[in-house]
């Protein structure tokens, strides 16, 4: 087996499939990742978990069919190391050469026939573009939990409902609810999948560079084929086991009426809350008063550091104390995406809700949502 390619285009598709790989695999050969050249001049370049699967498939001007399988961090480091000059792999019985300009790489190859089979791709369900997938994955994925003593709360949910798609993302201190449009196969497709955060954030990022349509790859509810979801894009393609569908009932939490509601440019308001929590402990709120046109921010008390910072505030509603993890906000104020931050709330110590862009028309729902719980006020 033998191929020569460009250095960045190795490089790229090397590392876009080494992010996949495990840490610490369960047995050594979970660490490589499989080269194939095939007969109609594709190199084909794989990695599995059993989780997660990705591969890249690239064309190429000079190749001679085979398969191999090397350690794929270091093919990765050396790939992003290497000189900007055309790249040439070769497999010499029981070691892989790589060569490029004056560089010349020796790596040992590991058993190809220990390697697992890649999963099949589910059926392909829709279409999305990739810059919007990317967008709407990051502003939820940023709600979800971490501890995986929790697995439900560590996903995604996705329900697809005709061309609407849901994310929706809880720690159970924030609620992130995202909704966007696609274009399904079929006009009445309908599906929920739980797919882990880490991997649906890690995928919709990469594929988000590549300017194409991200084609999604699930089951109908009910249908053959459940348990897995795909997602492909100019010639990647990745595949990750789903979870436990079980969900706390999101939609209920989400509160319809407000008692007040302030208006704040973005910008501003994060630089604000972050000078502030520089004297707030690792879970000592900031708080937020709210007085006509301005609000104050404060953290620390009493014999700590102290900080405090007036902004100028649209508000609508009675005068009002509120307090909030600081890390949770900026995180909410980072996923908006919008240059006003609007903040509606009900009581100091119900869910708010944080959105983005201009006032709403009438009783239209902004697409995206982020409820964050507050932090009750020692009297």
């Not at 790939?79 to 790489?105: H, I, M, N």
């Not at 997938?133 to 949910?157: E, I, K, N, W, Y």
């Not at 900031?286 to 014999?303: C, H, I, K, P, Y």
Request: glycine letters at 8%; hydrophobic letters at 45%; proline letters at 7%.
């Amino acid at each position: 087996m033998m191929f020569r390619i460009e250095r960045d285009v190795l490089a790229e598709a090397v590392a876009w499939t080494a992010r996949s790989l495990p840490a610490r695999p369960s047995v050594p050969v979970l660490a490589g990742m499989r080269l194939e050249v095939t007969e109609e001049q594709k190199l084909k370049l794989s990695g599995f978990d059993y989780e997660v699967s990705a591969e890249v498939t690239l064309e190429l001007h000079t190749g001679e069919a085979g398969v191999v399988l090397v350690s794929g961090k270091l093919l990765a480091e050396i790939t992003r190391a290497l000189p900007a000059q055309p790249v040439d792999f070769v497999v010499e019985g029981a070691k892989a050469v790589v060569t490029c300009g004056s560089a010349r790489f020796t790596l040992l190859t590991m058993p190809v026939e220990d390697y697992p089979t890649l999963p099949a791709m589910p059926p392909v369900a829709g279409r999305v573009g990739s810059d919007v997938f990317a967008s709407a994955v990051s502003q939820v994925a940023v709600a979800a939990g971490r501890d995986d003593t929790l697995p439900m709360l560590t996903g995604v949910r996705m329900e697809i409902e005709g061309d609407t798609v849901t994310l929706a993302a809880t720690d159970r201190y924030r609620l992130a609810v995202r909704e966007l449009k696609w274009q399904p196969g079929q006009p009445d497709f309908a599906s929920i999948a739980m797919i882990p955060g880490k991997t649906l954030a890690d995928t919709a990022k990469a594929l988000g560079s590549t300017g194409a349509e991200v084609e999604i790859a699930l089951s109908a509810s009910g249908s053959p084929g459940e348990g897995m979801i795909g997602f492909s894009s100019a010639g990647r393609r990745t595949t990750t086991r789903l979870l436990d569908p079980e969900f706390p009932k999101y939609r209920s939490l989400l509160p319809t009426e407000f008692s007040a509601k302030a208006e704040l440019s973005t910008g501003p308001f994060v630089e604000a809350v972050k000078r502030v929590a520089l004297v707030a402990e690792r879970n000592t709120p900031v708080r937020m008063a709210f007085r006509g046109g301005e609000v104050v921010l404060e953290a620390g008390s009493g014999d700590e550091a102290q900080a405090v910072e007036v902004l100028p505030v649209d508000y609508e509603g009675d005068e009002m104390n509120i307090a909030f993890n600081h890390q949770f906000l900026l995180e909410g104020l980072g996923a908006i995406d919008s240059d006003v931050a609007r903040l509606q709330m009900t009581t100091a110590t119900k869910p708010a809700i944080l959105t983005g862009g201009k006032p709403v028309d009438g009783d239209a729902t902004p697409d995206y949502r982020y409820l964050i719980m507050p932090i009750r006020l020692s009297s």
